[in-house]
């Protein structure tokens, strides 16, 4: 046989070995990415939607204003009811710490999902 056909033979042998062992490490390491940012992604949601009731106003406030100014009215009191419907909701905005918190929170589960669609692209090629 000839030097390059040998050559090719021995390059090619070597290469697959590598190549084999290339693609056992990183189908490796991309499952646990998938498993850490699956893990990661159910408890950043539990967070999130612990966390999204911070970023409404409560409901009791309102029944409580409009039970006190059904009150008001029973009392004879109109004066003190008013002439509109107690709204407390209206004046009511989320704290800019709980704006900030679920900006992160929703920013952090992005990203896992991004890693983990990351790595199902690379283990499908």
Do not use: C
Request: no cysteine.
């Amino acid at each position: 046989k000839d030097k390059r056909s040998r050559f090719w033979g021995v390059y090619k042998r070597v290469a697959e070995e590598h190549d084999g062992e290339f693609l056992e490490r990183y189908t490796t390491d991309m499952d646990i990415v998938l498993i850490f940012s699956g893990l990661f992604s159910a408890v950043s949601t539990g967070f999130i939607v612990a966390m999204e009731s911070n970023l409404n106003p409560d409901p009791s406030d309102t029944t409580n204003a409009l039970l006190k100014q059904l009150v008001q009215i029973g009392l004879g009191n109109l004066a003190k009811a008013g002439t509109a419907p107690a709204d407390p909701a209206s004046t009511w905005s989320p704290s800019a710490s709980a704006v900030r918190i679920q900006l992160v929170a929703y920013a952090s589960l992005s990203m896992s999902l991004l890693a983990a669609f990351g790595a199902v692209l690379g283990k499908q090629w």
